[in-house]
């Protein structure tokens, strides 16, 4: 059974920087694509940041030069590291594996739909 387990959210204020994990089990984790996705209340679901099986990355317009995604194949982990937050940043943000970055990304209908429980990420002004 996959398993995508996120932490490392919380509050901060504008400027600050988190760093969010995502744990992953149950399939064979180096060769999914993986990535972010972030919703705010009343807003559409939007693609943050995807990272390939081979290590190509790609970044929403709105958090290029200020999010890096990156894994650890031997870990299973995934993570976020998110600088200069702004309060539009604030959103649940989840973890989420498929067979292609679109689709992570929600530029394609989703193909395996494995995505985590989410963890809140809160900016202040």
């Known amino acids: 059974q996959v398993q995508l387990v996120e932490s490392g959210g919380g509050s901060v204020q504008a400027g600050g920087s988190l760093r969010l994990s995502c744990a992953a089990s149950?399939?064979?984790?180096?060769?999914?694509?993986m990535g972010w996705f972030r919703q705010a209340p009343g807003k559409e679901r939007e693609g943050v940041a995807a990272?390939?099986?081979?290590?190509?990355?790609t970044y929403a317009d709105s958090v290029k030069g200020r999010f890096t995604i990156s894994k650890d194949n031997a870990k299973n982990t995934l993570y976020l590291q998110m600088n200069s937050l702004k309060p539009e940043d604030t959103a649940m943000y989840y973890c989420?594996?498929?067979?292609?970055?679109?689709?992570?990304?929600?530029?394609?209908?989703?193909?395996?739909?494995?995505w985590g429980q989410g963890t809140q990420v809160t900016v202040s002004s």
């Open positions: 989420a594996a498929d067979l292609e970055l679109g689709a992570v990304m929600g530029w394609v209908p989703p193909i395996l739909s494995y």
């Open positions: 149950g399939y064979t984790y180096s060769s999914y694509c």
């Open positions: 990272i390939d099986s081979d290590g190509s990355r």
